[in-house]
């Protein structure tokens, strides 16, 4: 039994019992303070999402034109004072409904309208852009990729800052089909080929160049669906094949996000993912989201993603990179992928040596050759007391005399790992140590800096620190030791990793799915150092951005195998056969902490692509089957403009989270209380039984209501029930863990279990 420390806002304790994992808290999760929230003051304008029942006909008959009349008819008038359009985007695809300049009263106006739904306000959405800019590490995670079947005439769209098209993972060799015949869209820049088959950019009512400007849209879309390149790498440290994981996949680019932040409007995110359901792409890859929690009926991200699923298309998104914060989540809805960030096995390695002959594993990825490890004198320029110093800020060593030293610093405050290399070299500093805060645990980065570096854990910090506290004179020295395999622990959760409780979802367990995403090698915009050894443009970054088209790379796979798979069983089929062990055999740990990951954290656990083209059962689900639990968390006509048909919530029954057909179980139980919580299996593999057997979380007696299910042939229902009764010997405001596993001949069907105490 051990106890953890989980040192940011929430104390979690996480207790190991036979089988059954256990999470509790000692305090109610961190309620989110809406900094965006803003007054509506009379009089402000401001672009609003306005969800409207959709015009009178057969819809089929209807041309785009006829929902934007209908779309205007909703507006006072069609420009505001200033002579501007009102309308900014008219919506047939991804949502019934409009984008339009107004203020707070008008919409109010509105409301009485016949056919109005609800609307809301939009916000800005970032990438998910990693916490350094740019980092080096090694070449892709190979073995994953080898029984996939490339994705071939697979579209994935991705939604983003846009592609560089003439770079090499994304030229055509000519072995790469036409696009399918039910490809609808367009290209807007000439490069485009059977690679790249669409590309547009949205921004307001313009359409600017889909030309990559930022890096982070390049970067995705060659993870998911780039060629394979040879001899990819950056500063010689990288040798190897850089490949997409549906590298026989088409892409076509919807860019939404602008300027070196990356940044975009919800209007027009709505935009690029209403023209990608037009278009006909097969999997909506979303390396984007809001950077704090919001509702789903207020996200483009989740209210788009329902588009998709209504036109059998799987959305793939990030869980976004506001760990170890617990339940800063986003993009967390149910009928999305929503993906967290793995840290591989894989190090660019520096030792670092103390005075007292300690030594301690960093990372780097620049690794100057023949460099003398000779010692040099140890400082913290964060022990002066000037501002800005812990975290070595620009400016904030110029009366520090550091000039020859090894100069230690915080990872994080205003800058990159790699800024702060250049600032001690501006000093003459003799090389950096970066220390990661106490919140930032174990996860390091192999970044391309210009000075001898090492980045270290918050642990390895400890251990420095101490031994600057304790001898006279410290010392230390560096030893490049370049890269190295195999490294372990691994996989864990890096430390950013966007973590549940979700806040806003209703009770489904988020992230649902872990994937690798610190120092991931993919295509960029432009060379980001001065390179002797490649002139193709390649980078190391890490994110959840770079986590997500893994997953998306590996669903066009999955769909190339199954296409008759709805969104909802190729999201069972990657969750039920996820692994939560790293290769040692233990539970994976959360870079956080250096302990065990919960559910909360890791999701199903980490994504097994060989195993989901197999699972033998899936939980399945239709869009019509959220109803019920829309209907229960927000009523008649917000659940209308999800399902896109009048929906009276009075005549259906409503139900909580709980009971969707999702791969994992949530569940919430007070004292004395009992529930029954209901699955249904589809069989996708031949005839089989499968033994029934569940791992009790503590305080729960958990049963079965079949010891086996049996399926004599494909496409076969078998229903389950589960009950769950609080046997009262755990306190309210607690979180324990089990698990549901249901195992034939040939499969395993795996679901986590999360009750809370309430
Ligand atoms: C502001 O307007 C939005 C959208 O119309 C509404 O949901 C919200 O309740 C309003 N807030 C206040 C403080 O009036
Ligand atoms: C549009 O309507 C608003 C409010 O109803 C009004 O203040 C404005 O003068 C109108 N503008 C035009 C051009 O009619
Ligand atoms: C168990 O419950 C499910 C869901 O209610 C039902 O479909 C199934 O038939 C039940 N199994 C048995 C053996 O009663």
Redesign the pocket.
């Given at each position: 039994m051990e106890i953890i420390d989980h040192k940011m806002i929430t104390v979690l304790a996480l207790f190991l019992l036979s089988n059954a994992f256990v999470l509790m808290t000692q305090s109610q999760p961190l309620s989110i303070t809406d900094e965006n929230q803003q007054e509506n003051t009379t009089g402000t304008i401001r672009t609003y999402i306005v969800h409207v029942e959709d015009p009178v006909g057969n819809k089929e008959l209807l041309k785009d034109q006829d929902f934007e009349s209908w779309h205007k008819s909703f507006l006072p008038n069609t420009t505001l004072d200033s002579g501007e359009p009102r309308l900014i985007h008219s919506y047939r695809y991804v949502m019934g409904g409009f984008a339009a300049k107004l203020t707070h009263e008008e919409v109010k106006a509105m409301e009485s309208m016949e056919g109005f739904l609800y609307a809301w306000p939009e916000q800005q959405l970032a990438g998910a852009t990693t916490r350094s800019p740019d980092f080096l590490g090694l070449s892709e995670w190979q073995g994953l990729w080898r029984t996939s079947s490339y994705g071939t005439g697979m579209i994935i769209g991705v939604v983003d800052t846009g592609i560089t098209p003439n770079h090499p993972s994304f030229t055509d060799d000519g072995s790469l089909p036409a696009p399918p015949l039910k490809w609808r869209g367009f290209c807007t820049l000439q490069q485009c080929n059977n690679k790249v088959i669409g590309a547009v950019a949205f921004q307001g009512r313009t359409n600017p160049s889909p030309e990559d400007d930022n890096g982070h849209g390049t970067h995705v879309s060659g993870t998911a669906a780039g060629n394979p390149v040879y001899n990819a790498g950056l500063l010689g440290q990288a040798r190897g094949r850089a490949v997409g994981m549906a590298p026989k996949a088409h892409i076509a680019t919807y860019k939404v996000l602008y300027g070196p932040g990356g940044l975009g409007d919800e209007g027009d995110i709505l935009a690029g993912i209403n023209q990608a359901i037009r278009d006909g792409v097969d999997v909506l890859q979303m390396s984007l989201g809001s950077r704090r929690p919001i509702p789903l009926d207020q996200s483009s991200i989740s209210v788009g993603s329902f588009g998709a699923i209504l036109n059998n298309i799987f959305p793939s998104a990030c869980a976004m990179n506001e760990g170890p914060t617990p339940s800063v989540i986003s993009n967390d809805a149910p009928w999305v992928l929503t993906v967290g960030a793995s840290s591989m096995d894989r190090k660019i390695k520096v030792t670092v040596r103390l005075g007292n002959n300690m030594e301690l594993d960093g990372e780097s990825g620049y690794q100057p050759e023949n460099y003398n490890s000779q010692e040099f004198p140890l400082i913290f320029p964060g022990s002066s007391g000037i501002q800005g110093a812990e975290t070595c800020e620009a400016g904030s060593l110029d009366s520090l005399d550091v000039q020859g030293k090894i100069v230690i610093c915080l990872a994080g405050g205003n800058s990159g790992n790699t800024d702060k290399g250049e600032v001690v070299k501006a000093a003459n500093g003799e090389a950096i140590i970066i220390v990661n805060p106490v919140n930032y645990g174990f996860t390091t980065f192999s970044e391309p800096h210009t000075i001898p570096a090492a980045h270290v854990t918050n642990a390895d910090g400890d251990k420095i620190g101490a031994y600057l506290r304790t001898w006279q004179n410290p010392v230390a020295s560096l030893t490049f030791k370049g890269t190295q395999l195999g490294t372990s622990p691994a996989p864990t959760v890096a430390f950013f990793s966007g973590r549940g409780p979700s806040l806003n979802n209703g009770g489904v367990i988020k992230p649902d799915i872990i994937g690798p995403g610190v120092n991931i090698l993919a295509a960029w915009h432009r060379q980001v150092v001065q390179d002797p050894t490649t002139n193709i443009a390649f980078n190391f970054d890490s994110g959840t951005s770079m986590a997500t088209p893994h997953l998306s790379g590996i669903v066009a796979d999955l769909r190339n195998n199954h296409p008759a798979w709805s969104p909802a069983a190729i999201k069972s089929a990657i969750m039920t056969t996820a692994y939560t062990q790293d290769a040692n055999g233990n539970r994976i740990l959360d870079d956080a902490t250096g302990r065990p990951a919960s559910f909360f954290v890791m999701g199903a656990g980490h994504v097994n692509p060989d195993r989901a083209n197999d699972p033998g059962l899936v939980y399945d689900m239709q869009p019509i089957d959220y109803v019920p639990y829309l209907c229960n968390m927000y009523g008649s006509r917000t659940t209308s403009a999800f399902i896109r048909q009048r929906i009276n919530c009075r005549y259906w029954k409503k139900e909580t989270a709980e009971q969707l057909n999702y791969p994992s179980i949530a569940v919430s139980l007070q004292a004395g209380e009992t529930k029954t919580i209901?699955r249904t299996l589809t069989n996708v593999g031949g005839a089989e039984t499968y033994a029934v057997s569940v791992n009790a979380p503590n305080g729960v007696n958990l049963v079965a209501?079949?010891t086996s299910l049996v399926f004599a042939s494909t496409g076969e229902n078998?229903?389950?029930?589960l009950e769950f009764t609080n046997n009262g010997l755990v306190s309210p405001g607690e979180f324990w863990e089990g698990s549901l596993i249901l195992n034939s001949a040939t499969h395993t069907v795996w679901s986590p279990i999360s009750v809370t105490f309430v």
């Amino acid at each position: 039994m051990e106890i953890i420390d989980h040192k940011m806002i929430t104390v979690l304790a996480l207790f190991l019992l036979s089988n059954a994992f256990v999470l509790m808290t000692q305090s109610q999760p961190l309620s989110i303070t809406d900094e965006n929230q803003q007054e509506n003051t009379t009089g402000t304008i401001r672009t609003y999402i306005v969800h409207v029942e959709d015009p009178v006909g057969n819809k089929e008959l209807l041309k785009d034109q006829d929902f934007e009349s209908w779309h205007k008819s909703f507006l006072p008038n069609t420009t505001l004072d200033s002579g501007e359009p009102r309308l900014i985007h008219s919506y047939r695809y991804v949502m019934g409904g409009f984008a339009a300049k107004l203020t707070h009263e008008e919409v109010k106006a509105m409301e009485s309208m016949e056919g109005f739904l609800y609307a809301w306000p939009e916000q800005q959405l970032a990438g998910a852009t990693t916490r350094s800019p740019d980092f080096l590490g090694l070449s892709e995670w190979q073995g994953l990729w080898r029984t996939s079947s490339y994705g071939t005439g697979m579209i994935i769209g991705v939604v983003d800052t846009g592609i560089t098209p003439n770079h090499p993972s994304f030229t055509d060799d000519g072995s790469l089909p036409a696009p399918p015949l039910k490809w609808r869209g367009f290209c807007t820049l000439q490069q485009c080929n059977n690679k790249v088959i669409g590309a547009v950019a949205f921004q307001g009512r313009t359409n600017p160049s889909p030309e990559d400007d930022n890096g982070h849209g390049t970067h995705v879309s060659g993870t998911a669906a780039g060629n394979p390149v040879y001899n990819a790498g950056l500063l010689g440290q990288a040798r190897g094949r850089a490949v997409g994981m549906a590298p026989k996949a088409h892409i076509a680019t919807y860019k939404v996000l602008y300027g070196p932040g990356g940044l975009g409007d919800e209007g027009d995110i709505l935009a690029g993912i209403n023209q990608a359901i037009r278009d006909g792409v097969d999997v909506l890859q979303m390396s984007l989201g809001s950077r704090r929690p919001i509702p789903l009926d207020q996200s483009s991200i989740s209210v788009g993603s329902f588009g998709a699923i209504l036109n059998n298309i799987f959305p793939s998104a990030c869980a976004m990179n506001e760990g170890p914060t617990p339940s800063v989540i986003s993009n967390d809805a149910p009928w999305v992928l929503t993906v967290g960030a793995s840290s591989m096995d894989r190090k660019i390695k520096v030792t670092v040596r103390l005075g007292n002959n300690m030594e301690l594993d960093g990372e780097s990825g620049y690794q100057p050759e023949n460099y003398n490890s000779q010692e040099f004198p140890l400082i913290f320029p964060g022990s002066s007391g000037i501002q800005g110093a812990e975290t070595c800020e620009a400016g904030s060593l110029d009366s520090l005399d550091v000039q020859g030293k090894i100069v230690i610093c915080l990872a994080g405050g205003n800058s990159g790992n790699t800024d702060k290399g250049e600032v001690v070299k501006a000093a003459n500093g003799e090389a950096i140590i970066i220390v990661n805060p106490v919140n930032y645990g174990f996860t390091t980065f192999s970044e391309p800096h210009t000075i001898p570096a090492a980045h270290v854990t918050n642990a390895d910090g400890d251990k420095i620190g101490a031994y600057l506290r304790t001898w006279q004179n410290p010392v230390a020295s560096l030893t490049f030791k370049g890269t190295q395999l195999g490294t372990s622990p691994a996989p864990t959760v890096a430390f950013f990793s966007g973590r549940g409780p979700s806040l806003n979802n209703g009770g489904v367990i988020k992230p649902d799915i872990i994937g690798p995403g610190v120092n991931i090698l993919a295509a960029w915009h432009r060379q980001v150092v001065q390179d002797p050894t490649t002139n193709i443009a390649f980078n190391f970054d890490s994110g959840t951005s770079m986590a997500t088209p893994h997953l998306s790379g590996i669903v066009a796979d999955l769909r190339n195998n199954h296409p008759a798979w709805s969104p909802a069983a190729i999201k069972s089929a990657i969750m039920t056969t996820a692994y939560t062990q790293d290769a040692n055999g233990n539970r994976i740990l959360d870079d956080a902490t250096g302990r065990p990951a919960s559910f909360f954290v890791m999701g199903a656990g980490h994504v097994n692509p060989d195993r989901a083209n197999d699972p033998g059962l899936v939980y399945d689900m239709q869009p019509i089957d959220y109803v019920p639990y829309l209907c229960n968390m927000y009523g008649s006509r917000t659940t209308s403009a999800f399902i896109r048909q009048r929906i009276n919530c009075r005549y259906w029954k409503k139900e909580t989270a709980e009971q969707l057909n999702y791969p994992s179980i949530a569940v919430s139980l007070q004292a004395g209380e009992t529930k029954t919580i209901e699955r249904t299996l589809t069989n996708v593999g031949g005839a089989e039984t499968y033994a029934v057997s569940v791992n009790a979380p503590n305080g729960v007696n958990l049963v079965a209501n079949s010891t086996s299910l049996v399926f004599a042939s494909t496409g076969e229902n078998q229903g389950l029930s589960l009950e769950f009764t609080n046997n009262g010997l755990v306190s309210p405001g607690e979180f324990w863990e089990g698990s549901l596993i249901l195992n034939s001949a040939t499969h395993t069907v795996w679901s986590p279990i999360s009750v809370t105490f309430v």
